[in-house]
């Protein structure tokens, strides 16, 4: 079962920017649509972005024009910028098939604050 790792979180002002990776080593990963989803204190976890394997993206109206999601298939690696952050981003950050069909990993912690 692939766990995939998060990674790039951290503190940041309102308005901030940060880039989170996510690396799936040894799973095929080149043939999955990933997505990114965050769960935030005392809220279940919600799907925030996804990316096809031919690279087409959606995102949740809540992050849309603000945050981009990439991917490097070569290096099985998932990228979430985030830019123009605001305190309600505050959130631990998870990334998975678009399906949550893998383990989920540990995430990585985004707050935004003052």
């Known amino acids: 079962q692939v766990q995939p790792v998060e990674s790039g979180g951290g503190l940041v002002q309102p308005g901030g920017s940060l880039r989170l990776s996510c690396v799936a080593s040894?799973?095929?990963?080149?043939?999955?649509?990933m997505a990114w989803y965050r769960q935030a204190p005392g809220k279940q976890r919600e799907f925030i972005a996804v990316i096809t394997p031919g690279g087409s993206t959606d995102y949740a109206d809540s992050v849309k024009g603000r945050f981009t999601i990439s991917r490097d298939n070569a290096k099985s690696t998932l990228y979430l910028q985030m830019n123009s952050l605001k305190p309600e981003d505050t959130a631990v950050y998870y990334c998975n098939t678009a399906g949550s069909g893998w383990s989920w990993g540990q995430g990585t912690q985004v707050t935004v604050s003052s």
């Open positions: 040894g799973s095929m990963f080149r043939l999955y649509s």
